[in-house]
Every structure is written in C-alpha cells, then in structure tokens.
C-alpha cells in the first residue's frame, strides 16, 4: 500500500511542477504582448518617411504649432518664396514665417508615389497646389524633395521644382504682367520655385 502511495504523490509534484510551470510561462507571454505594441508604435513614429509625412499633414492643416513640434530648432529649410537656395531659412523662427506664407496661399503638399528612405534621409516626389498657381494658368506643380530626419524631428529640407514637368516649367516661365510704373529695378538671379512664386506674389 505504502508503494502506491509514493508514485501516486511523485505524479501529483510532477503536475503541480507543469501547471505552476505553464502558468509562467503564460504570464511572461501576456506581458510580452503587452509591450509590443507600444515598441513597434514608438519605432513607427520614429521612422523618417512617418515624421515627413507627419510634417507635411500639419503645414496641409495650416497648424504652425503642429509644423514647428516636427522640426529641429536648427532646421535648414529650402522651399518657397522666402527660403531659397541662396538664402535658406535656417531655424524655427524663420519657417513659421515661411508657413505663415503658405498658409495664406493656401498651399497643399502632397507626396506622389512612395518615397524612398537611405538611413534617416528621405527622397519624395511632391505636389504642390496653392491658389497664386491659377494666373500661369497651371493647377499644380511638381518637385523633388529631400528630407533629413534627426531624433524624430526634421533637420533638414530641400525642395527642387522639376522643370521636365509641362506645368512646373510653364509656372516657371510664367511672367506677371506689369502693375503700373515700376518703382524699383527688376529682380535679376534667384530662379526656380521661390522665383516664380515670388513674382506670382507681386503680380
């Protein structure tokens, strides 16, 4: 009798062990589980394309404080009248006035395709519309942009019009007509996208 007993008590250890044992595991699963999801949303927000598209939905919306959240305070920003090649708006200060301007035109980005990722360097294709574009008699234009993303934040952003697209180059060719006497020399160098749009303003 006492033989039975024994077996009998080293089986019920052995389950005892397995549930107890089972239950762990279960339990490192669920919290598991638990963390994933917020890990792979951090990782998603981090991922350069994510914030481009992110900075792109806030200066659509016309939210400068959303714009500004998504940019380094030493940000080097290419794009438009007042931030040309020659002379980029480097800082905070200087792309809420540049926002402020596109906001007033309302002016729309839009990224065109799928845009490729090297690093934390972003390349897209964009579209622009603003409503200055209908007196060259062209509803949008195109651009190559090129994106820099640093700790989550843009650092860097360039924007090249493409003048093998029929509309840009015809936005770019376009020439105001005069608005009475001038008053001052005409504007010689510069050229581009923050050209045309400049004298599209003045126009």
Known sequence: MT???????KAKGLDAMRLRNG???ALMLTM???VLPASLGAAAADDPATV?????DA???????GTLALVTDDIRFVFGPSCTPAAPCIGVGAVRTELQDFIAHHAQMTIVGVPQVSGTTVHARIELRADIFSAAGVERI????TAEVRDGKVANFISVPDA????????????????????????????????????????
């Open 59 to 65: 200066r659509n919306r016309g939210d400068v404080a």
């Open 52 to 56: 481009v598209q992110r900075f792109f």
């Open 3 to 9: 033989g039975q007993v024994a077996p009998q008590r």
């Open 32 to 34: 598991l589980l638990a």
């Open 23 to 25: 239950l762990l595991s």
């Open 142 to 145: 195109v651009a190559n942009a």
């Open 164 to 203: 093998s697209d029929a509309q840009t180059a015809q936005l770019l060719a376009y020439v105001p007509p005069p608005q009475g006497p001038p008053t001052a020399p005409p504007r010689t160098g510069g050229g581009g996208e923050a050209s045309f749009i400049r004298r599209l303003g003045d126009g």
